[in-house]
């Protein structure tokens, strides 16, 4: 039996913390906070509640692996969850509606036909087929197994490109370089309703679509193939069972404990110091926080092997990083009135001006230096869950809009008047999925990615995107293993990158390298 620290206790840190407490290992997680579940937060006023991060999972095998590989109660009897249908409804500036269901290829096809006109769904299906190429093309690499020391092969991106006269093999653009999404957008799918859709999966992902390669359409083949899930509560509540399950298998959680260093011994990582002076030692370590953050718990050394892959960008900002350097202002509102039956969960408010919106988040060539002018319409993501616990009673609805933002250090998102006008633009934006909003409006809170920062001190409050294949690995994540034996990386900010299934996979990802040693090839 091994001692193992973990650092942080997020989600990708408590998949490790379970899987290894099952595997016989005392461990203990410290986390400088006051609750677990790192950026799965909830916001909870006059009876109304929020969740602070992901309002949805998509891929809950992941979770109903951990649960199941963690104890005797499955996913579903610890958390109630429930695929959204329809999986989204989208609203262009055109007046176009577009109600998507879940988890139907034949259903999208018939909507997008309905809304964009005859052969927009095939066109869409012929692009969800190649975009399932680069998910089996990809998966294990990528998903399932620790990033090796051959890493570069993940820099080719697999996306196929369609048979066409004049192109062939990998899709390219002018120049020969690699084709980016949105490369694929403007010529696969023609109609510009269809490309700010496919364009809008990239967006919610931290991704800009204009450098994002074109493998990147395989988020949206994930949705649409395994669909869309809520739970009870909100991911809080998945936050939560996990917490729980790793306290039913005797991990020790220490809140208000931050770590300020990793002990080193002989060559290999011997444990954490804590803010307090207090030492406690172990056999390995686990850190769920940003790598950028890496050297300082190092006493200034660097924590990567010649040929590994590092994080990208500024370090105290996120920004310039490959796979996601953007932040998320959220406004939770809470409404007089009940929520209609027939409202979507999830409505997205699409930018009248795309490019607008891209240079206001990543910069105007995508060099990921957001311009401090605000879009004056950006995106918007409304999430209007028929869920009671999030209100007071039926007469009120909990309602929470999100839109993707440049991080705080490009936008000062700590001047509180400048939040609120941004704020504005959401609400404004988020009538056209809810007629009469403000008139129903008892209040409503801001959040920025300066809240996110001091919460989950990620850098800039920025949100990680997924790892994915292609640009040369510059959207690839750094590896779980160190240069330091027995220090481990675990997290959105690690290898496979963010997201909520992400981070459970990298969870096992390195239990499976603690358990097994650093040969584990994954699960099989």
Known sequence: ??????????????????????????????????????????????????????????????????????????????????????????????????????????????????????????????????????????????????????????????????????????????????????????????????????????????????????????????EQTFGTWYARGGMRALADALYERCRARKVRFGFGAEVVGVLEKDGRAAGVELADGSVAEADAVVAGVAPALLPALLGGAEPWRDGDVRPAGDPATGVGAGGGAAGRLTVFLALRGARPRDAAHRTVVHAPDREAELAAVFGAAGDGRGTREPCPRPTVTVLRPDDPTTRPDEGHEAVTLTATVAPHGPVDWIDGPAAEQDADRLVAAAEAAIPGLRDRLLWREVRTPADTAADTAAPGGAVPGPALAGADGRFLRPGNLTRLPGLYLAGGWAHPGGGLAHAGMSGAMVAGLIVDGADWRGSQ
């Open 1 to 222: 039996m091994a001692r193992i620290a973990v650092i942080g206790a997020g989600m990708g840190a408590m998949a490790a913390a379970a899987r290894l407490a099952v595997a016989g290992h005392q461990v203990a997680v410290y986390e400088r906070g006051r609750t677990h579940g790192g950026g799965v937060g909830r916001f909870e006023r006059d009876g109304f509640a929020f969740d602070t991060g992901p309002g949805l999972l998509h891929l809950p095998a992941v979770y109903r692996d951990l649960f199941v590989k963690t104890g005797k109660e499955t996913l579903e009897q610890c958390v109630g969850l429930t695929q959204v249908d329809p999986a989204s409804r989208h609203l262009f500036a055109d007046g176009t509606d577009v109600l998507l269901p879940n988890a139907s290829r034949a259903g999208v096809v018939r909507a997008l036909d309905d809304a964009f006109g005859a052969g927009a769904g095939e066109r869409w299906s012929d692009l969800v087929n190649r975009a399932r190429e680069t998910w089996d093309a990809t998966r294990r690499p990528l998903l399932e197994e620790p990033l090796r020391a051959d890493w570069r092969a993940l820099g080719r991106d697999p996306y196929p490109a369609p048979a066409r006269r004049g192109i062939s093999g990998r899709l390219r653009r002018n120049g020969g370089r690699p084709a980016t999404l949105a490369d694929v957008a403007r010529r696969e799918l023609k109609d510009p309703r269809a490309a700010a859709l496919l364009e809008s999966h990239a967006l919610a992902h931290s991704l800009d679509p204009r450098t994002a390669p074109a493998g990147a359409a395989v988020l949206p083949y994930l």
